[in-house]
């Protein structure tokens, strides 16, 4: 199966083609330019070089969500575009889940953490061990203040050491360290941001469990009102 797999919600973008496992080609870029210039480049970047073309992807995926409210649209679209022009299945992934593949092999908890200002992340726990296993899921996708994730880590995962990744990473390692001590680790650059890969090898996998989505079905998840929304419910009195 052909795999094009990208994320696009954070300041990284990151395009994989891949055969079923096997990667093919991976375009990431980290310039600080708007995913809308950069996504589609990539896209057919990652084509010409492995000499496929569009109509020769079997499964379109990509990061659904949570994560930056424009960067998260864009990918959506993106995706949602492709496969309803090759009348292709996508899969939305949590962007969570994707970044805790990039720690697949480690022995300890995996903690992708995206800055979602505020002093609060979007964040979930992994359990990961050694033996190259997928990550295992503790608790959904959630958006909390930075202070709490502390206080459940130090509460409920007393031993094992924590590794974090994702956009808040440092961000959450300066907020917790004197706290968790040397359990709380910073992963390598290379495994901290969004992987088009490691999008692709959870997409691959939620195919061969059955998941099947259309382009009509896929939709953005943002877990929280975006900025605009938060200021006009507040004018209003609402609660954000």
Not at 43 to 70: H, M, Q, R, W
Not at 164 to 191: C, N, S
Not at 207 to 231: H, I, N
Request: charged content about 25%.
């Amino acid at each position: 199966m052909l795999i094009l797999a990208l994320d696009s919600t954070a300041l990284v973008a990151s395009v994989a083609l891949c055969e079923d496992e096997r990667l093919v080609a991976e375009f990431t870029v980290n310039t600080g330019h708007t995913h809308s210039e950069t996504l589609l480049p990539m896209v057919e970047a990652a084509l010409k070089v492995a000499n496929k073309e569009i109509a020769d992807v079997d499964l379109f995926v990509c990061t659904a969500g949570p994560g930056s409210f424009t960067g998260v649209r864009i990918g959506a679209a993106t995706v949602k575009g492709l496969a309803f022009g090759q009348n292709k299945p996508c899969v939305g992934v949590s962007t969570p889940e994707s970044l805790a593949y990039n720690g697949m092999g480690l022995n300890g908890l995996l903690c992708p953490v995206m800055n979602a200002r505020r002093e609060q992340v979007y964040e979930a726990t992994f359990r990961s061990l050694a033996d190259g296993t997928a990550p295992k899921r503790l608790c959904a996708d959630r958006a909390l203040a930075i202070v709490e994730l502390g206080q459940e880590l130090e509460e409920q995962f007393p031993e094992l050491p924590i590794y974090l990744m994702g956009d808040g990473a440092q961000l959450v390692f300066d907020a917790l360290k004197d706290t968790l001590g040397e359990r709380l680790r910073v992963l390598p650059e290379r495994l901290i941001h969004q992987s088009g890969y490691s999008t692709a090898m959870v997409g691959l996998r939620l195919w061969r469990e059955g998941v099947r989505t259309t382009d009509t079905e896929l939709a953005p998840v943002y877990l929280r009102p975006s900025q605009a929304e938060r200021m006009r419910m507040e004018k209003l009195g609402e609660k954000a």
